[in-house]
Nanobody, 124 residues
Framework: QVQLVESGGGSVQAGGSLRLSCKAF????????MGWFRQAPGKEREFVAAVSWNGRSNNTGDAVKGRFTMYRDNFENAVYLQMRSLKPEDTAVYYC?????????????????WGQGTQVTVSS
């Protein structure tokens, strides 16, 4: 069993930056792909980014491509999401997830463990 704890969310103006962190407790995640998803009010959960178990392969959602970067630090047992050039439409609760596979995926069904989420609010 692994627990994922996100942090780093907050309120920022459009054009600003934030870095989200997700730390794992209970077991190491160095053999698992990790992902970030988000959900805005009234909308379905959306894939944001994913990274393979060794950090060598990344996937990024079309809505955030070129602005968001996901990376991992297996020594810290953590993953991060660097968000730049934020837009009001990026406002959502952001969730970290751990996969049962080593390969990164945009499919939420690949992920067994989820954090509680952290709120990101971008004002215009």
């Amino acid at each position: 069993q692994v627990q994922l704890v996100e942090s780093g969310g907050g309120s920022v103006q459009a054009g600003g930056s934030l870095r989200l962190s997700c730390k794992a407790f209970g077991r190491t995640i160095d053999d698992a792909a990790m992902g970030w998803f988000r959900q805005a009010p009234g909308k379905e959960r959306e894939f944001v980014a994913a990274v393979s178990w060794n950090g060598r392969s990344n996937n990024t959602g079309d809505a955030v491509k070129g602005r968001f970067t996901m990376y991992r630090d297996n020594f810290e047992n953590a993953v991060y999401l660097q968000m730049r050039s934020l837009k009001p439409e990026d406002t959502a609760v952001y969730y970290c997830a751990a996969s049962r596979f080593r390969a990164s995926s945009f499919n939420s069904g690949s992920y067994d463990y989820w954090g509680q989420g952290t709120q990101v609010t971008v004002s215009s």
